[in-house]
C-alpha cells in the first residue's frame, strides 16, 4: 500500500433488517477531514451495494472510533455496474480487460462478482452496449447498473446512516508499539499514518496483538490482508 498515508477505511453498515454484512469497510481518500471524521472520497467500489469509487461520503467516528459513512455527499459522475462471472480469476480479469478499451475505468473483482466504474461521459445506454455480448453469450450477468443520481443518499436503503452508538471491540491492552517495530521500514511501510493504522488495530484486535507482540509478521501480514481485502505487501 504505497499510498498508505493518503488513504483510511471508511465503514459503511448495512440495516441488519436486510440480513446482509454488519458492514463494508472501504478505502476513501480524506477531502475535507478532522480526527473526528468530514469528508472523504471512496477509493474503491462497494461490492454489496452502488457505491463507487468517486463518490464522495461523510464519516464519524462511531462507539468504536471507526470512521462510518453517515451520508453521501456527492456520487462520482459515473456510472457503477456488478456483473456476476460464469468463471474464474482469469474469466474475470479478461471481461475487465476487454471493457477498459471500451470505455471502462476501474474493475474490482472478488468472488464471481466483477465492479466496474466506467468513465465520465460514458452514459448507461453506451455501457449496456458493451456489455451486452459478454451478457448475451452467458459469460456475466448483470446485478446492477447505477447512474450518480442512484447511488444518492435517499437511493441508498441498505445503508444505516445513523451513528453506531455500541462499542463492539472493546479495548485491547498490549504492550506493542508499532513506531519501535523496525520490520515495517523494512517492508517500505513505515510512515505514521500507517504505523498509526497498525497501532489502532492492535488496540481492537487481540489476535492482531498478540501476532504483532509475537513479532509474527507473516500472520500479520495475512490478517490485514484479509482486512483490507488484498495483500498490502
Known sequence: ??????????????????????????????????????????????????????????????????????????????????????GGHDEARALGDRWRDQGASWSEGMEGLLSTVWEPGVDAERVLGVLAPDLASGLGELLWLARPEQRLREAQTAIDFELDPVQHFPPVETTYWAADDPYWRTVGLDSPDFLAYVQTLAGRDAELAAALEAGDHERVREMLAFINDGPLW
Open 1 to 86: 500500500m504505497s499510498e498508505a498515508e493518503d488513504r483510511v477505511k471508511v465503514n459503511v453498515r448495512y440495516r441488519a433488517e436486510l440480513e446482509l454484512l454488519a458492514g463494508e469497510s472501504l478505502w476513501a481518500a480524506p477531502l475535507d477531514a478532522h480526527d473526528g471524521g468530514g469528508t472523504y472520497t471512496l477509493q474503491n467500489n462497494s461490492f454489496y451495494i452502488p457505491l463507487a469509487v468517486g463518490d464522495v461520503v461523510r464519516a464519524e467516528l462511531n462507539a468504536d472510533e471507526i470512521l462510518q459513512v453517515v451520508d453521501i455527499v456527492e456520487p462520482a459522475p459515473v456510472v457503477l455496474t456488478s456483473v456476476a462471472v460464469r
